[in-house]
């Protein structure tokens, strides 16, 4: 139904920023919120952040001041910028998108932090 493609991943040093993009594409219509997770090696997928379609959005706290989500409804596409990246932050990074109850994953996109 929707299938959703991460890029923009990379190496950064602490400190530095990255852009992530989201773009959406098959049945896009009615994607009330789209998101983005993240996974740490050996850890469960956790929240990062998110945003509705009337533009509110929210972050996990680790994360708020430093990460901002956007969309762009006219592209199908979400993105996160990442500043004041840390090594904490390492991990693969995945968007969602919720349509009519269902929720669908991308294939990630792996962020990784020097110290």
């Known amino acids: 139904q929707v299938q959703l493609v991460e890029s923009g991943g990379g190496l950064v040093q602490a400190g530095g920023s990255l852009r992530l993009s989201c773009a959406a594409s098959?049945?896009?219509?009615?994607?009330?919120?789209m998101g983005w997770y993240r996974q740490p090696p050996g850890k469960q997928r956790e929240l990062v952040a998110i945003i509705h379609n009337s533009g509110s959005t929210n972050y996990a706290d680790y994360v708020k001041g430093r990460f901002t989500i956007s969309r762009d409804n006219a592209k199908n596409t979400v993105y996160l910028q990442m500043n004041s990246l840390k090594p904490e932050d390492i991990g693969v990074y995945y968007c969602?998108?919720?349509?009519?109850?269902?929720?669908?994953w991308g294939q990630g996109t792996q962020v990784t932090v020097s110290s």
């Open positions: 969602s998108a919720a349509q009519r109850g269902n929720l669908y």
């Open positions: 098959g049945s896009i219509f009615r994607i009330n919120i």
